[in-house]
Every structure is written in C-alpha cells, then in structure tokens.
C-alpha cells in the first residue's frame, strides 16, 4: 500500500517562503513523484514534477524560476520549494506519485497515487 504525507503548508504574505515536504511509504522506485495544486473555481492544475531518478524535472511555467522541486530517495521525501510566493500560489497542494512521464493528473490511465494535501495560503 502506497502512502503520502504532505507537510509543510501555511499561511504567508506575498514574497514569502515555503518548503513542501511528501513523505512516501510504499511507493514504488520508479514511480515518479509531482505536486498537483487545486484552488477554488480554478482547475487542477500539475505545478511541478520530478523522474524517479531524479534526472528530469517539469514546472508550469507560472512557477519557473520561483520553485525548485527535488527529491531525497535515502529518505523518500519530495520537497517543493516555493519562493517569492504570490497571492496566486494560494491552493491546496497534492502529492502524487504515478507511474507514467510526463504525469498526467487526471488521466484515466496508468497508475497514480495521492496524498491528503496540504493548504497554502498566501496573503497580500
């Protein structure tokens, strides 16, 4: 059984920082790792990804430059670091882990697993 733990969510002003952490147990090697945000009214949108062996990452392009995602595989942890943080960043951040690359959220195949998600808010 696959299990992800978000940590590390808050409440900031704008220009602030924040490290994501995600937590896996029983996560497959090769499953590669991503971080899903979801804001109200807004869609589900992939914010950035990291390969299973940690040689190809992906960010959208809102973040690029703003976060950095990388991986401890001694720890099984994904951390998201998230700077110069905007009042648009504000969301819920998800953890997933699937099996495919580039990691598609809402595909209807392959195999992917979630955690519970973890709030960001970023004030003004």
């Known amino acids: 059984q696959v299990f992800l733990a978000e940590s590390g969510g808050g409440f900031v002003q704008a220009g602030a920082s924040l490290r994501l952490s995600c937590a896996a147990s029983?996560?497959?090697?090769?499953?590669?790792t991503g971080w899903v945000r979801q804001a109200p009214g807004k869609v589900r949108e992939l914010v950035a990804a990291?390969?299973?062996?940690?040689?190809?990452?992906y960010y959208t392009d809102s973040v690029k430059g703003r976060f950095t995602i990388s991986s401890d595989n001694a720890k099984s942890t994904v951390y998201l670091d998230m700077n110069s943080l905007l009042v648009d960043d504000t969301a819920v951040y998800y953890c997933?882990?699937?099996?495919?690359?580039?990691?598609?959220?809402?595909?209807?195949?392959?195999?992917?697993?979630w955690g519970q998600g973890t709030q960001v808010t970023v004030s003004s």
């Open positions: 997933v882990a699937a099996d495919m690359w580039p990691i598609e959220p809402d595909a209807t195949f392959g195999s992917r697993f």
């Open positions: 029983g996560r497959p090697v090769h499953y590669h």
């Open positions: 990291i390969a299973w062996n940690g040689a190809t990452t």
